[in-house]
């Protein structure tokens, strides 16, 4: 017996029907619902980022986001709102696809930025590492920034949002930039830029060192050894390439 | 003299014997007379309609008098008024096994014994008519009908009729009587969920919620934030430069 017959013999109720017409449009929502949506069409590793404001925080919308991604070596800093301008409501979330050629875990830190008209609203970070291939979703909550010295050096979570083993440079009125992970660890210098703490044994006398590498400071800075003491600072455009044992570190 | 009233002593010793002979009941036995009141009160409980009430009592004057007759006779008249043929039929045979050949009564309970075998007559009116009539769960027709030949006793009879309350009675069918029995059929009360408009509005409220989620999980006011692309030189807008 056909739908139709059926329904004209009255073996298929209004209940069904309306039934039937629930069930579908609950499918349909749910279909379009689906968790995985920023990252699905992305093959490699792709991580969701979800910003949201830190609890007690009365931030419920921003126009602009900005990333400072540290992956790997690699330093990167994006931003993304919504195309043609507009407030989006938080909670909100973004993607990141990283298409970097490295086997095993990628170790990622991501610290935001939340904007609202130019002006940061609330700054948080979050780590996480991904397999290739694999999708991820993070979260960071956002809670306002505390001032700090444009141009300084801070390790994350003094007055930035970041990792504690991450060192960042205050940006002003933008997103703290990572300088790069400390190996060593992250030294906090009250009312002196934060620094990387050398260490993997001394240092050999008139040799470049990245920061961190035996010497403490940047590790996007290339430092002399002067008495067991880095000197003669030389910022690097790009990044500090730490060299193997015996072989000076360099610029790239 | 003295003969005399010896004679006249001898006489009224037999008047005060015959008196006493003509005075006492019938049944002469302690028993039997209370079998007696009770057989009267059954008998007046008969003529008054009260058959339940009349089994009763003949009952008890049965258990007080079981060789009399009488009672079985008027037990056998209360069974075929409540109808139940085999009962009565039991105690016409209880009657006539006890009562004397050619018992002017015996006619009475033979008439009693073909009317049970006839069964009773069953009038089924309803309104509105057309209305479906079952009896013990087997369909008879629509109404007006009209059953003969239903077996005396107490049977179950279902009216149904689409749009109406389904009426179930018990009713008694007596034998040798027609039993007529008149309903009026109540519109049925159709709950909510039986409308059709209760149902479409729930659909509509379905697709309703369902848009609304959709417009909630679409608003571009919540879409995700354009995707960024990073690289080991970097990163952008994803299908930025």
């Keep these: 017996m056909s739908w139709a017959r059926a329904r004209r013999a009255g073996r298929i109720g209004a209940a069904t029907i309306a039934t039937l017409v629930g069930i579908a449009a609950v499918t349909l929502t749910s279909a379009c619902g689906e968790s995985d949506g920023p990252c699905a069409h992305v093959a490699g590793r792709c991580l969701i980022v979800e910003l949201d404001a830190a609890p007690s925080v009365r931030l419920t919308a921003i126009d602009q986001v900005e990333l400072d991604l540290l992956y790997g070596g690699v330093h990167g800093t994006a931003t993304t709102s919504r195309p043609g301008g507009g407030v989006t409501s938080l909670p909100l979330e973004t993607s990141v696809e990283l298409d970097v050629t490295s086997p095993g875990p990628l170790p990622i830190g991501v610290v935001a930025a939340g904007k609202l008209s130019g002006t940061v609203r609330g700054t948080g970070a979050a780590s996480t590492s991904l397999e290739p291939g694999e999708h991820k979703r993070i979260q960071i909550h956002l809670a306002p920034p505390e001032a700090c010295t444009a141009g300084t050096t801070y390790c994350g979570g003094d007055k930035v949002a970041g990792d504690p083993q991450t060192l960042y440079l205050c940006n002003g009125g933008g997103v703290p930039l990572a300088r790069g992970v400390c190996v060593f660890g992250c030294i906090v210098v009250p009312a002196q830029s934060d620094r990387c703490r050398g260490g993997g044994g001394a240092c050999i006398e008139g040799t470049k060192y990245c920061g961190g590498d035996k010497l403490d400071g940047d590790p996007r800075t290339l430092y002399t050894c002067v008495g067991g003491v880095a000197e003669n600072p030389q910022p690097c455009a790009n990044e500090c390439v730490v060299a193997p044992e015996g072989v000076a570190d360099y610029c790239r | ?241």
């Design chain 2, 1 to 241: 003299m003295r003969l005399t009233d010896r004679r006249w002593r001898l006489t009224l010793t037999i008047a005060a014997a015959v008196t006493s002979l003509m005075t006492q009941p019938v049944w002469s036995d302690p028993a039997e007379e209370q079998a007696l009141t009770h057989l009267e009160r059954g008998v007046a409980a008969f003529n008054a309609g009260d058959f339940p009430g009349a089994r009763a009592e003949l009952l008890a004057a049965q258990r007080l008098a079981p060789h009399k007759p009488n009672p079985y006779r008027w037990l056998a008249l209360v069974e075929a008024r409540l109808g139940d043929c085999d009962a009565a039929l039991a105690h016409v045979a209880d009657f006539v096994a006890r009562a004397p050949a050619n018992d002017p009564r015996e006619g009475e309970l033979r008439r009693l014994s073909d009317q049970c075998a006839r069964g009773g007559a069953l009038s089924v009116t309803s309104s509105p008519s057309s209305a479906a009539v079952s009896l013990d769960g087997a369909p008879l027709g629509v109404t007006p009908h009209r059953e003969i030949g239903v077996r005396p006793g107490e049977h179950q009879l279902t009216v149904d009729k689409d749009g109406f309350e389904r009426v179930t009675r018990s009713i008694l069918v007596a034998a040798g009587a027609q039993t007529d029995v008149q309903l009026a059929l109540r519109r049925r009360a159709r709950p909510i969920t039986r409308r059709w408009w209760f149902w479409a509005a729930a659909a509509a409220g379905s697709v309703a919620a369902a848009s609304l989620a959709f417009y909630a999980l679409h608003d571009p006011g919540r879409a995700p934030l354009p995707p960024l692309s990073c690289d080991d030189h970097g990163c952008r807008p994803r299908g930025g430069p």
